[in-house]
T-cell receptor, first 114, second 112 residues
Framework: EAGVVQSPRYKIIEKKQPVAFWCNPISGHNTLYWYRQNLGQGPELLIRYENEEAVDDSQLPKDRFSAERLKGVDSTLKIQPAELGDSAVYLC????????????FGPGTRLTVT | GQNIDQPTEMTATEGAIVQINCTYQTSGFNGLFWYQQHAGEAPTFLSYNVLDGLEEKGRFSSFLSRSKGYSYLLLKELQMKDSASYLCAVRDVITGGFKTIFGAGTRLFVKA
């Protein structure tokens, strides 16, 4: 069974530029999560999807961050414009549904904003 | 609000036993997880406790006391490959479902 796939693995951009991250969850997993992880910290939830509906986006900085999950499968997280403080690892995770406790994480995208 | 505390770093010797503690405060507790994260890699699930007591899985065991807001992860027969960060995470009940809050992690160094 293929795991959670993310791309790109690494991205370096200048501040004020846009950037997008892509995630393909495990087949059949209805719940998808985007986390941000700063160095030495645990993952922080940005947004959670149940199928194509965003059900928890309270921690998503909506002035510059946006996300979508068309057709309830793949998801894209976008930052526009990026700021220096956005440098972090962006992790995507999925679970079978919201009642299933185990989350499967992708390898993450390491973003560096210069 | 939610708060999770765990030690920043620990060092242990190969073959020994190490206990990583985690204390938490949450308004709607619905389970506690432990994840392992090697440097530069994604977190991987280790254990889940929702009832008080000890859950054993091979060399790893996890304990929960809901009344004390306390958990620990016990690693036996330590191996060099166990050097990693160990994340304690709590699942909190919120409107519309659940939310998982992660601690900052404990970096474990296993020395020969």
């Amino acid at each position: 069974e293929a795991g959670v796939v993310q791309s790109p693995r690494y991205k370096i951009i200048e501040k004020k530029q846009p950037v997008a991250f892509w995630c393909n969850p495990i087949s059949g997993h209805n719940t998808l999560y985007w986390y941000r992880q700063n160095l030495g910290q645990g993952p922080e939830l940005l947004i959670r999807y149940e199928n194509e509906e965003a059900v928890d986006d309270s921690q998503l900085p909506k002035d510059r961050f946006s996300a979508e999950r068309l057709k309830g499968v793949d998801s894209t997280l976008k930052i526009q414009p990026a700021e220096l403080g956005d440098s972090a690892v962006y992790l995507c995770a999925s679970s079978l549904d919201r009642s299933r406790y185990e989350q499967y994480f992708g390898p993450g995208t390491r973003l560096t904003v210069t | 609000g939610q708060n999770i505390d765990q030690p920043t770093e620990m060092t242990a010797t190969e073959g020994a036993i190490v206990q990583i503690n985690c204390t938490y405060q949450t308004s709607g507790f619905n389970g506690l997880f432990w994840y392992q994260q090697h440097a530069g890699e994604a977190p991987t699930f280790l254990s889940y406790n929702v009832l008080d007591g000890l859950e054993e899985k091979g060399r790893f065991s996890s304990f929960l006391s809901r009344s004390k807001g306390y958990s620990y992860l016990l690693l036996k027969e330590l191996q060099m490959k166990d050097s990693a960060s160990y994340l304690c995470a709590v699942r909190d009940v919120i409107t519309g479902g659940f939310k998982t809050i992660f601690g900052a992690g404990t970096r474990l160094f296993v020395k020969a």
